[in-house]
Structure formats: structure tokens, C-alpha cells
């Protein structure tokens, strides 16, 4: 049975809770690690919390060793309430976790980022998830996996109105989603959450990018 230790960030999230369970559950960890700024209300005996502000992550460096690291960070600019502190998250906040896990000699990097990341696109949003997609893959794990979903389905510590606005609308449209428009489904959280598992228990090597419609089940 493999000793391995999980790293998540962003467990309050709703991929990240409904990942944090799964990673319990396997038997492929014998220690899963959650960092971020609140502690998450569980208690388990593979379970330790590290809180933290999400920029100081090399004062704690040595309680965040782990074989695979998850970060399931990201917020909106409506949340964000501005470009800075949207681009703190989810840029800044992701790269300084891979960096850190990076030197930490970890084996596998599993990231969230969003269908139409593209560092040269004209769109905000889309651009930072391109950088950041771009800036994570200079560091030197020996796997990488990078997930796109459109629009995410599930029920959020704080609800998300575009989300809800976009769900209902695709949901009235899934029945006509077929062939290339597959990939424009919503993808529930709970099923990124299980491809990221999956994914790390592949033991592949090299980068992959994981597609909305791959998220989905097609």
C-alpha cells in the first residue's frame, strides 16, 4: 500500500469539499493536508490543518511536504471586487502553492483552472487562468494536470448568481448538447473532484489537460 501524503488548498470551495472527502477515503493516502486560511470543520485521523494567509506559504514550507498537491483556488471578479485581488487568487496564490510544493520536491500538480484559458486572450478572467496555466508549467513536477470546466454545478458556501443564471440556461439546453456542443455542458463539481483523484492515481507523467466535456463524463 502506498505511503503518500495529499496537499489540497481551497477545501471550502466546492470542488475542493467535495474533493477533500474523497482524498480521506483512499487508500491512497495515508495523510491528506489542508492548507488556507480557516480551518475546515472535519475531523479525521489522516486530517492535518495548516492555517495560513494563503501569501505566506514559505514561513510554513515544512508542514506542506506532500507527494500530490491539489489546488482547487479560484474566485470571481465580482467576489474578487477588483483585477488585483482577483489576480492574487488565482495567479499569484496557485503559482506561489506549485512553487512551494515544487520545492518541496513533490511528484504531481492538479489544478483547477477554467475552459478558455489563454494567456493572450482579451478577456480578464480567461487571461490570468492562461497565465497562470503558462506560469505553472515551468515548475518541475514530474506530472501536471490542468482542469478546464465551463460552468460548475453544485451547491456553494456562497452562491454564485452567474452560475446559477448559466446553469439554469444550459440546463434548458443540455437536451440539443450533442456532438461538438458536448463540451459546453455544465460539469458538476463533484465530478471534477473525482477526475482529479483519478488523475493522480494514474501515475502518468508529463502535462495533460483535462477538458470540460472530459470533466463531464463524454
Do not use: W
Not at 505566506?56 to 514550507?61: D, G
Not at 483556488?73 to 487568487?89: D, P
Not at 480567461?126 to 506560469?135: F, I, L, Y
Not at 444550459?170 to 458538476?188: D, E, N, S, T
Amino acid at each position: 500500500m502506498p505511503m503518500k501524503t495529499a496537499l489540497l488548498a481551497g477545501a471550502t470551495g466546492l470542488i475542493g469539499s467535495q474533493l477533500l472527502p474523497l482524498l480521506l477515503a483512499s487508500e491512497r493516502y495515508t495523510k491528506v493536508i489542508v492548507v488556507g486560511r480557516k480551518a475546515v470543520p472535519v475531523i479525521h485521523p489522516k486530517l492535518v490543518q495548516v492555517v495560513t494567509e494563503l501569501d505566506k506559504l514559505e514561513a510554513v514550507r515544512l508542514k506542506l511536504i506532500a507527494d500530490d498537491v491539489y489546488c482547487c483556488l479560484g474566485t470571481t471578479m465580482a467576489q474578487a471586487g477588483s483585477k488585483e485581488a482577483f489576480f492574487k487568487v488565482d495567479f499569484l496564490y496557485v503559482v506561489q502553492l506549485a512553487a512551494v510544493s515544487a520545492g518541496n520536491f513533490a511528484s504531481q500538480l492538479l489544478v483547477v483552472s477554467s475552459m478558455g484559458a489563454d494567456a493572450e486572450s482579451r478577456v480578464y478572467y480567461s487571461r490570468v487562468k492562461g497565465e497562470m496555466e503558462a506560469a505553472v508549467r515551468q515548475t518541475p513536477f514530474r506530472a501536471i494536470h490542468i482542469f478546464r470546466p465551463l460552468l460548475l454545478l453544485g451547491e456553494r458556501a456562497k452562491p454564485r448568481l452567474g452560475e446559477r443564471i448559466g446553469a439554469g440556461v444550459l440546463g434548458l439546453l443540455a437536451p440539443l448538447m450533442r456532438g461538438p456542443l458536448l463540451k459546453y455542458r455544465a460539469v458538476p463539481g463533484a465530478a471534477v473532484a473525482a477526475a482529479m483523484l483519478r488523475a493522480a492515481e494514474d501515475d502518468g507523467g508529463g502535462i495533460r489537460i483535462h477538458e470540460s466535456d472530459e470533466l463531464a463524463g463524454t
